[in-house]
């Protein structure tokens, strides 16, 4: 027996567990305010047929009572006539008229008492009804008001959740090596593609590269010549420059036109220009030896 009551226990809890889970608020609410207006619309159907016999005892009320005092103006009439006999039967009809509206008018009492009661029920009812009305929209309201706080925290947590981060950071990874894989396949396709261009291109300057230098390094040797004849040239006239001042100017021969020429610079000016000279040489050296480590 204690088995089969823990079975049925179980049963009825599983049972209302599912009817729980599947019962949607706004539904629910819906469902009994349907059911709440069928009962309204029930109540309208009772009231009416209490209204209905209300009326129809008041009918018969009135109708008893006519008859009673129609039977009663008979047995005046009677006694008038000096037919006690007949005023007897006819008070006799007077009085059993007489007690049946006296039974329906208090039955007819009495319903109209009920028929009261009932309009008052329903229109107790139907204020019911609206006010039901009012409380599910107000409950629907917070139903979806809830339902969506509910989603959006679930979704935070989502977010939230290191799982998703970490689905973040390995897809930011995945998207490096595609990028980085992408870039060596475009440097490799160039490579390929340019290898013999470039070898190419490389021999072809380095034989339009050498002519020019060497022609640069003749044109530098003729310019170091004519510069070191310049300055022994230079250097010689300074020294007889210097000698011939210290003399006395030799007396004109008498078969002579022109005087002697003077020189064009002293020896300071001759040395400095010198100097300069040596120096622009010494800086296009330099140039031509980076220029040839360049190539």
Do not use: C
């Not at 509206?101 to 208090?106: P, T």
């Not at 010494?282 to 220029?291: A, G, I, P, T, V």
């Amino acid at each position: 027996m204690g088995l089969f009551s823990r079975i049925g226990t179980l049963f009825r809890s599983n049972i209302n567990e599912l009817i729980n889970k599947a019962e949607d608020p706004e539904k629910m609410l819906n469902q009994v305010l349907v059911d709440m207006k069928s009962q309204l619309v029930e109540a309208k159907k009772q009231v009416a047929v209490a209204i209905a016999d209300e009326k129809r005892l008041k009918k018969q009320y009135e109708t008893e009572a006519a008859k009673a005092a129609d039977w009663e103006k008979k047995a005046m009439l009677a006694v008038r006539a000096g037919d006690d006999n007949l005023a007897r039967a006819a008070l006799g009809r007077k009085k059993s008229h007489a007690e049946i509206a006296a039974s329906l008018k208090q039955q007819w009492d009495a319903q109209k008492e009920s028929v009261e009661k009932l309009k008052e029920a329903l229109r107790g009812l139907d204020s019911k009804i609206e006010e039901a009305k009012r409380k599910r929209n107000m409950l629907v309201s917070r139903a979806k008001r809830a339902e969506a706080q509910r989603t959006i925290n679930e979704t935070l947590n989502g977010i939230n959740n290191t799982s998703a981060f970490d689905t973040f950071e390995r897809m930011a990874d995945r998207v490096t090596q595609l990028e980085a894989e992408a870039e060596a396949t475009s440097e490799m396709s160039a490579a390929l593609t340019e290898g013999v261009d470039s070898s190419l291109e490389s021999q072809f300057k380095a034989l339009e590269a050498g002519p020019g230098v060497d022609d640069e390094l003749e044109r530098l040797k003729s310019q170091m010549a004519l510069k070191a004849a310049e300055k022994k040239q230079i250097s010689e006239g300074a020294s007889a420059s210097a000698n011939a001042s210290a003399e006395p100017p030799p007396a004109e021969s008498a078969g002579a036109d022109e005087p002697a020429p003077a020189p064009d610079m002293t020896p300071d000016e001759a040395a400095a220009k010198a100097a300069i000279d040596e120096a622009e040489l010494d800086s296009q050296l330099e140039e031509l030896k980076r220029k040839l480590s360049a190539e």
